[in-house]
């Protein structure tokens, strides 16, 4: 079976479109999206009715949280001062825009979705803010795969795709209770993989072109696509509807319009 | 009798750089004069900084500075590519003139002023008749927050408001610490130098930091506003003097 599996959309309904375009020529079976369909781009409804109308199956991104709970993310989610206002400055406009019933379809996204041993997040199972970056240390990111109780985790949220194979590797644990003996277990995991969709209407990776994933369940043979698209036309979306113009110019250089924190690892105590 | 030498050039041929080799001199006594921006100028206040013993003259101060040389004086007059070079004040006061101009450009109007010609910086020189824009604006009592000055000054000389082909400018870090940094299109990266001056962590700085940039089709209001959205908060820059207060300096130098 074929899966395409996209992420953070970001309201750039010219890229989500181009990228199924792409799926439907790749011949995929299923879609999954990670999340992430509303913030910072000019079509946020029409992005989430598209999702919709297909029936994707879509977990929930931190933005849509954002959207439904009210700004969620404590100011060390923004890696400086000036990401933090213009990210309050896309959540205030996209807040405006949304309809009630695109609100609604965000709150009742799940924050996990699974097919047998595959496992759909956001950012990673403990939350959708949290950033599973290809340089976590090998045993975090282990422990993240093994919470999910997957063999693979597809997740988003860094908007740069990559693949990590965890090998096999022997796990030994000492746990030290006071007024006990110390306990020593060890214990194997086998070969675990994180699958990042990178984004499809915010890519961070140098380029404008929109990224996702395709992953074959019989072979487990992945392949990273990266679909170009009319970047220009959603660079003029964002100005025509009023968002700040550095989205625009930010976008056609292929870099985030606010960064990831220094400390991605950080998950706010909210 | 003192030298006068006026210096000139298209922006980011190293004309400031090209002076401070001499600057360095301590035996004589040495004035440096940048007019043309007032008293906003950057060069002006980092040849201050990184020269001490260097005299800095401002315009409001220049005639009586002029009247008043020690017979042993260097002035450098630092005659920007927006300046007159027929202005009457230039060919009253009798000086060597010197262009400082790129490789590549063998005939200008910099040519048949200058008496020598020294090789600079690799820039663009500027096509005839289309000179550059200048915007300019003091930051004094301004704090950066870094990482927002450093996306701001990627986006500025990226292009992102307008075709910047210069910027220099002098911020101050939470950390009480100042930086010259310094952009020229066309040579690579950007350059940030700390100045050598005392650490500044009591209220807001009451010292001149500024920005310089030149180009084309800038868009000023928008430079002004991300400038602004990168400066901290009274509360903010309280939160980070009181830390650099406490911490000694084994641990500043592990945190910086």
Redo the contacts between chains.
């Keep these: 079976m074929k899966l395409a599996v996209m992420s953070c959309i970001h309201g750039n309904y010219e890229a989500l479109n181009a990228v199924l375009s792409d799926i439907d020529a790749q011949r995929a079976d299923q879609i999954y999206c990670l999340g992430d369909l509303v913030g910072y781009g000019p079509y946020p409804n029409a992005v989430v009715e598209l999702v919709r109308s297909l029936d994707i199956p879509t977990c929930q991104g931190c933005w849509d949280e954002d959207i439904v709970e009210g700004l969620n993310a404590c100011d060390c989610s923004y890696p400086s001062q000036l990401a933090e206002k213009r990210g309050h400055l896309a959540h205030e406009w996209t807040n405006r825009a949304i309809h009630p019933e695109v609100r609604e379809y965000l709150a009742s996204l799940p924050m996990t979705l699974r097919q047998d041993n595959l496992c759909f997040v956001h950012g990673s199972p403990n939350s959708q803010h949290e950033y599973l970056l290809p340089t976590m240390d090998g045993f975090a990111a282990l422990e993240r795969v093994l919470a999910a109780e997957a063999d693979v985790l597809f997740c988003g949220h860094t908007h740069v795709p990559y693949v990590r194979d965890l090998e096999n590797g022997t796990l030994s644990v000492k746990v030290q209770q006071l007024g006990k003996s110390e306990t020593h277990r060890e214990f194997t995991a086998p070969l675990k993989r994180i699958i990042n969709a990178g984004s499809v209407g915010e890519p961070r990776h140098g380029r404008p072109n929109a990224t996702y994933v395709l992953y074959d369940t019989d072979s487990t043979q992945v392949t990273l696509r990266e679909v170009p698209y009319d970047y220009e036309k959603t660079c003029a979306a964002i100005i025509e509807q009023g968002l700040p113009p550095i989205f625009a110019w930010r976008l056609a250089r292929g870099m985030e319009f606010a960064e990831r924190a220094e400390d991605a690892g950080h998950v706010c105590e909210r | 009798m003192p030298h006068l030498i006026a210096i000139s050039g298209p922006s980011g041929s190293g004309k400031t750089t090209w002076i401070s080799e001499f600057l360095k001199d301590q035996s004589i006594p040495q004035f440096y004069v940048c007019p043309g921006l007032g008293e906003i100028s950057v060069d002006l206040a980092r040849i201050g900084y990184q020269f001490p013993w260097v005299q800095v003259v401002t315009e409001a101060q220049l005639k009586a500075a002029l009247t008043d040389l020690p017979e042993q004086a260097m002035v450098y007059f630092e005659w920007g590519f927006h300046l007159d070079l027929g202005s009457p004040f230039l060919a009253g006061l009798g000086c060597e003139r010197v262009a400082v101009l790129p490789p590549d450009l063998t005939e200008s109007d910099w040519h048949t002023w200058a008496d020598r010609i020294v090789v600079g910086n690799a820039v663009a020189a500027p096509a005839n008749g289309r000179l550059p824009e200048i915007w300019c604006t003091p930051l004094t009592g301004q704090v950066f927050?870094p990482?927002?000055l450093?996306?701001?000054l990627i986006?500025l000389t990226?292009?992102?408001y307008g075709q910047a082909c210069r910027m220099k400018g002098i911020f101050e870090m939470p950390n009480g610490c100042a930086f010259h940094v310094d952009f020229v299109e066309g040579l690579p990266g950007m350059e940030y130098t700390e100045l050598n001056i005392p650490p500044w962590l009591n209220g807001r700085p009451r010292r001149f930091s500024g920005i310089e940039v030149v180009g084309w089709g800038l868009e000023r209001e928008?430079i002004a506003q991300?400038l602004l959205?990168?400066c901290?908060s009274d509360v903010?820059l309280a939160q980070y003097q009181q830390h650099y207060q406490t911490l000694d300096p084994v641990e500043e130098a592990l945190f910086v």
């Design positions: 927050d990482p927002s450093d996306a701001l986006e990226g292009g992102a928008a991300t959205d990168g901290l903010a």
